[in-house]
């Protein structure tokens, strides 16, 4: 695949992320916590559903660090889960002045289930809303190999909404 094309790729699973609940907060001191719950496909089986949970730290102050200019993909997350020619990428939002954030990945883990991964992302947000939990964010991502991409469109998301406020 030439460049192009996979900028291309990458920019479709980027738009075709779909962020379905945001977590509602204020701008708060120190770390945004942003946990979430993001459903994929699984790539080999399109009958089977994985379900990663986990939190995303980001803070809102400058912090000045070797990687603050360069944080990749394979910075943050456990290259072992996700396709190796997106490790090296920085996250998009670095390129429209937010460069001074910092970025953590915590609590990371990943359950697989048999089912439509429609109907365990209904089932899911269902369960969020009956626990009347506010704060954790719904992602569906089209591709697993490249939740990276997912998970930067929700923190993307997210950082413009609290920084406008």
Do not use: W
């Not at 995303?56 to 190796?84: R, W, Y």
């Not at 469109?153 to 406008?164: G, H, Y």
């Amino acid at each position: 695949m030439s460049y192009n094309d996979q900028q291309e790729f990458l920019r479709e699973i980027y738009r075709a992320t779909k962020i379905l609940r945001k977590p509602v907060s204020g701008i708060i001191s120190g770390y945004h916590e942003l946990p979430y719950i993001l459903i994929a496909p699984n790539d080999e089986n399109s009958e089977h559903t994985i379900e990663v949970n986990g939190t995303i730290n980001v803070s809102p102050k400058f912090v000045i660090s070797p990687h603050m200019l360069q944080e990749t993909f394979g910075d943050v997350f456990d290259a072992e889960t996700f396709d190796k020619d997106i490790e090296g990428r920085v996250f998009s939002f670095m390129y429209t002045g937010k460069k001074h954030l910092k970025i953590e990945s915590t609590g990371f883990y990943m359950t697989h289930s048999e089912g439509n991964p429609d109907d365990y992302l209904s089932r899911v947000e269902d369960r969020l809303m009956q626990q009347e939990n506010t704060r954790t964010g719904l992602i569906f991502c089209p591709r697993f190999h490249y939740y990276p991409v997912s998970i930067d469109r929700f923190i993307s998301e997210i950082v413009d909404r609290e920084m406008q406020v």
